[in-house]
């Protein structure tokens, strides 16, 4: 490992990633460079930050609760005319169906929004590991930039899974039409679209083999095909 190259190896060192000989020579290394310094605590704040974003899953209780009356609803028996007692059972039996129809839509509705809570929190975790699988790669290497006007766009590209981990943080805030997009520049210098951002950003983008720089522009909302110069960031990844 050369010299230069030390200065890579910040996102495997958050995940513990790396082999135990580089990780004491990357230890040494953060006695004396505050640049790697800074970035480890900031990416480890990403992962903090990544981590609390997973919100509870729904009590196990309330799913019970929407089965049961879904299960109860099952067995109220259809109403088949007949017998001396008809019209009573059939308004004792309407009555129950109703009763629990009312019950399960109401318990439904409070399931309705713990499984989308259930569901965000799946998103969450998946996110959390595709972040966590690209610094985890032997080759990731972590390069950053200031953002013109403030802020600052790390990023953690790994050749080897074609993706990159993108970190904005402490961005501007932007007019309410406009957009932070991302950018993968070729090395025919053609621009990218990776993706829009409204602010502060852990993501994982893709396509990152073979690009020469990142780049972050401001753009009319919902983004645009060909970045808006000059660009706020860019960032060499080379
Ligand atoms: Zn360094």
């Given amino acids: 490992m050369t010299e230069s190259d030390v200065h890579t190896l910040t996102g495997p060192f958050v995940l513990d990633a790396l082999p135990a000989d580089e990780r004491a020579r990357f230890e040494q290394h953060l006695t004396e460079c505050a640049f790697c310094t800074t970035?480890?605590?900031?990416?480890?704040?990403?992962?903090?930050?990544?981590?609390?974003?997973?919100?509870?899953?729904?009590?196990?209780?309330?799913?019970?609760?929407?089965?049961?009356?879904?299960?109860?609803?099952?067995?109220?028996?259809?109403?088949?005319?007949?017998?001396?007692?008809?019209?009573?059972?059939?308004?004792?039996?309407?009555?129950?169906v109703l009763a629990l129809a009312a019950a399960a839509l109401a318990v439904a509705t409070t399931g309705g929004i713990a499984i989308d809570q259930y569901r965000d929190k799946q998103a969450a975790v998946q996110a959390n590991e595709r972040v966590a699988a690209v610094l985890a790669e032997p080759d990731a290497r972590t390069v950053h930039g200031p953002v013109n006007g403030g802020g600052q766009a790390t990023v953690v590209v790994s050749a080897r899974a074609d993706r990159a981990v993108v970190v904005l943080r402490d961005l501007p805030e932007l007019p309410a039409d406009r957009t932070w997009q991302l950018w993968l520049i070729d090395p025919n210098r053609?621009?990218?679209?990776?993706?829009?951002?409204?602010?502060?950003?852990?993501?994982?983008?893709?396509?990152s083999t073979g690009k020469i720089a990142f780049g972050l522009t401001i753009e009319p909302d919902g983004g645009s095909p060909a970045p808006t110069l000059p660009a706020a960031a860019m960032i060499p990844m080379t």
């Fill in 39 to 96: 970035e480890v605590a900031e990416l480890r704040e990403a992962a903090v930050r990544l981590a609390t974003q997973v919100a509870a899953p729904p009590p196990p209780a309330l799913k019970a609760d929407v089965m049961s009356a879904i299960e109860q609803i099952r067995q109220v028996p259809p109403l088949v005319p007949g017998g001396r007692n008809e019209l009573a059972r059939r308004r004792l039996g309407r009555r129950s």
């Fill in 190 to 207: 053609t621009a990218h679209s990776v993706g829009l951002a409204g602010g502060d950003l852990t993501t994982v983008v893709n396509g």
